[in-house]
Every structure is written in structure tokens, then in C-alpha cells.
């Protein structure tokens, strides 16, 4: 994923990564004149109007599952390049077990990172700004302890610094136009998306749109009001290179925290696509809900972030 600055602004011509982050550190330091400006890059503009693919498997064995998922895609390989510095952003929000359905299965995000490091990736890094205090959250889910499992230097789960959330205005934003995100997330060449499906009070559901909220600082109360708009606008900044929704199990009710066992459903289910907006129309349906019922993916649809018609979208099922 190459998330590159405003060509319109003249300090920003022909910015590529390595610059776009010293310009960034120097502005974190009040070394420039204007914080940095991002734009969607062409590929997401362009997303409305390919066929994206999106694959649908299922099967118990959750690790072997990602493979599976990724394969007709062209595998890991298709998504994580050599040398690459890799996010993978899964919702880590909750103090939650795994059977609560809360959070990303930690079998999922454990797959993911050996896969990413077996593409070559040189840095690998887990993160979630959680809603229930960060060392539960991360213990409880069984993400770290998952991605601790894994060996390699290479290789980190940390919680989020406060300290390195920086201001970005939103050049396509409708609803919100300058909010703060995570510094560690946005010059990432590789950013893989792994949330969980589930229900959401104010939302209607959290799927891959929604899950930008764990990059983001600020009060996120502030933008419940008008919600859908606002995710969308903020996924004008930042496109995922590929997106694993985890439908292992969902919660159909009382999300986005969850607790009730009987509102918990096993699917054994999970999609990969990099089109965010066909993921969740996707996604969506799961919950006996329209591809379109959901407001971000409406939105999402109508800035150009993706395909909601499944009508053409190629769905692989493995």
C-alpha cells in the first residue's frame, strides 16, 4: 500500500515514502509550515468501476484457512513484497475472550503475520487503539499471546503510543475533513485490514470500513453523529492493501462489545478481497441484511472506495 501526499501542494511533488516520512517527523516537530496533506491514492478512485474478486472459504482449521483465502488472490505473495514494512490491523477493542466474538480471532492475525514473514517482510507490526484498557484487551483476545508465539525479531504487538497521532486534513471528506491518525499506520507499504463482522448499536455493523477506527485518535464519540459519512471519509486516507474479514463467528447482537454466548453464531467463515466496500457489502449479508444496508458501505460506494454491487464482484468460494 502506497499512501502518498497531495501532488497539488508544491513541497509534496514527486514525494515518495522515504521522503513522505521525514516530512512527516518533521512536522510531528513543528518543523514545517503545514501538516501533511493525504489523498486516496488512484487505485481506491478507481475501485468503483473494476470487478473486484472476493473470496469466500470455510473450513475449522483457521490458520490453514487464511492460505486458502489468499491463494486466488495469488497468495501472500500478491500483497507483501521483499523488504516491506507490513501493519496488520485486526480489532483488538475489547475486553473480550475469543468465544465472545468480539474481537479478531487470534488464530486469523497469527496466520497472517507467518505468512507476511514468509513473503519476506522486513518489519511486521500488530496494533489496535482498544476501547477497554489496552493490556486486558490484548491479553484477553489471545492476539498477543498469538502473535508472541511467533518467534522472529521481525516481528512486534504493541500497544498504541498516544504521542504518534498526527493531524491530517481529509482532502475528499464530506462529513469530517482533519482528524488525527496513527503515524505507525500510514507509511506503511503494506497495510492489511483484519477486522471482525459484528454488530454494531450505532453503525448497524463493524466490518472492514468501520475497523479504521483502531488507526484513528481524538474523541471517536465526536463522530457518531452522521457515522457512515465519516468512515468513509476517513477511509480516503488510508486503502488497504488487502482486507481478511473474520467471519469465524459473528456477533449478531448487543455489539460492538458483545458478552452473550446466545448472541454469538459460528460460520467458519472468512473473506478476503482488497476491495473494502465489497467486503462489507459482502459481509453484510451474513446478518440476513442487503449488501447496501449499512451506511458506510453506501458512502464508501460513493466516494469511489469500492464495489457495493455483488453484482460485479467475483465471489471465489473455497
Keep these: 500500500m502506497n499512501t502518498n501526499v497531495d501532488s497539488s501542494l508544491p513541497w509534496t511533488r514527486n514525494l ?43 473450513g475449522t482449521d483457521y490458520e490453514a484457512l487464511v492460505s486458502k483465502v489468499l491463494e486466488p488472490l495469488g497468495g501472500i505473495g ?9 501493519v496488520i490491523k485486526p480489532n483488538i477493542a475489547w475486553d473480550r475472550n475469543v468465544d465472545q466474538a468480539a474481537n479478531t480471532h487470534p488464530l486469523v492475525v497469527k496466520a497472517l503475520v507467518k505468512l507476511a514473514l514468509s513473503a519476506g517482510a522486513a518489519k511486521v ?8 484498557e489496552e493490556r486486558r484487551c490484548y491479553a484477553n483476545s489471545g492476539i498477543q499471546a498469538a502473535v508472541g508465539s511467533v518467534t522472529d525479531k521481525r516481528v512486534s504487538c504493541t500497544f498504541v503510543d498516544d504521542r504518534k497521532f498526527v493531524p491530517v486534513r481529509i482532502a475528499k471528506g ?3 475533513t482533519k482528524w488525527d491518525f496513527y503515524k505507525e499506520a500510514l507509511p506503511a507499504d503494506c497495510y492489511i485490514n483484519v477486522p471482525i463482522a459484528k454488530h454494531h448499536a450505532k453503525a448497524t455493523l463493524t466490518l472492514a470500513l468501520k475497523n479504521i477506527m483502531g488507526i484513528i485518535g481524538g474523541n471517536r464519540g465526536e463522530l457518531h453523529d452522521t457515522l457512515g459519512q465519516k468512515i468513509a471519509d476517513l477511509n480516503t486516507v488510508l486503502r488497504p492493501t488487502l482486507n481478511v474479514v473474520d467471519c469465524t463467528r459473528i ?11 446466545e448472541d454469538v453464531k459460528t460460520l467458519h467463515t472468512l473473506l478476503a478481497t482488497a476491495d473494502p466496500v465489497a467486503a462489507d457489502a459482502f459481509a453484510t449479508t451474513f446478518f440476513d441484511l442487503a449488501p447496501d444496508a449499512v451506511e458506510s458501505t453506501r458512502a464508501a460506494a460513493a466516494l469511489g472506495l469500492g464495489t457495493m454491487d455483488l453484482n460485479r464482484v467475483k465471489i471465489v468460494k473455497v
Aim: hydrophobic share 45%; glycine share 8%.
Design 78 to 86: 500478491a500483497f507483501v513484497k521483499p523488504g516491506q514494512k507490513v
Design 16 to 58: 515518495h515514502r522515504r521522503e513522505f516520512v521525514r516530512q512527516l517527523g518533521l512536522w510531528t516537530a513543528d518543523l514545517t509550515l503545514a501538516p501533511p496533506l493525504f489523498r486516496v491514492v488512484p487505485e481506491a478512485l478507481a475501485a468503483e468501476s473494476a470487478s473486484p474478486i472476493l473470496v469466500c472459504g470455510t
Design 174 to 176: 464530506k462529513a469530517v
Design 251 to 261: 456477533l449478531l447482537r448487543n455489539g460492538p462489545r458483545g458478552g452473550k454466548p
Design 125 to 132: 507490526m500488530v496494533f489496535d487503539r482498544t476501547c477497554n
